[in-house]
């Protein structure tokens, strides 16, 4: 079946550090992949998409491209702030039809002033 | 403002009770799900409903049940047959076909 693979956290980082949270899926067919983040005690939010292989999701500085040889969806900011503490999920849909999110373990993010 | 509210934010269920948690939604979604996510761990689907008074079981639905009445209400019931309901309960909608959107959560506690 359809599976997400994150890298285990927690993941620690200074502010103005380089982040990279590695994804890698799963899948029949062509998802659509997609990173939430949940900040402590609340929902997730919607940080970014690529329906598409190639395809660039981007948002609030945050980066991540859909790879199909590669199966992968790395998310990436150049510059993380102490704001940017929070989980982070990857996930996919399959392609077409009711749209089933499969999540990730989730990544623990933890910057320091 | 359009979006999907959740309550209680913090609900306590004692033995042999069943519990109801409440998704509301004013984005006009066709489908909704319920999901539960334990410490650690990703989100698993309980059950989803793509169109009103209709739903489908998702990969963890023992112990659980949803109605549909209307499009913008999916309320979940702890069943007391759910054997260990202690985790935060995630709703969320989509149009068809769409990115799913999520509202704050219930957390559950057993008493």
């Keep these: 079946g359809d599976s997400v693979t994150q890298m285990e956290g927690p993941v620690t980082l200074s502010e103005e550090a380089f982040l990279t949270i590695n994804c890698t899926y799963t899948a029949t067919g062509y998802p659509s992949l997609f990173w939430y983040v949940q900040y402590p005690g609340e929902g997730l939010q919607l940080l970014l998409k690529a329906t598409k292989a190639d395809d660039k999701g981007s948002n609030k500085g945050f980066e991540a491209t859909y790879r199909k040889e590669t199966t992968s969806f790395h998310l990436e900011k150049g510059s993380v702030q102490v704001s940017d503490s929070a989980v982070y999920f990857c996930a996919l849909t399959p392609l077409g039809g009711f749209q089933k999110l499969v999540f990730g373990t989730g990544t623990r993010l933890l910057v320091s002033p | ?111």
Aim: glycine share 8%.
């Design chain 2, 1 to 111: 403002d359009g979006g999907i509210t959740q309550s209680p934010k913090y609900l306590f269920r004692k033995e042999g009770q069943n519990v109801t948690l409440s998704c509301e939604q004013n984005l006009n979604h066709d489908a909704m799900y319920w999901y539960r996510q334990d410490p650690g761990q990703g989100l698993r689907l309980i059950y989803y409903s793509q169109i009103v008074n209709d739903f489908q079981k998702g990969d963890i639905a023992e112990g659980y049940s949803v109605s549909r009445e209307k499009k913008e209400s999916f309320p979940l019931t702890v069943t007391s047959a759910q054997k260990n309901p202690t985790a935060f309960y995630l709703c969320a909608s989509s149009m068809y076909q769409e990115t799913q959107y999520f509202g704050p959560g219930t957390r559950l506690l057993v008493l």
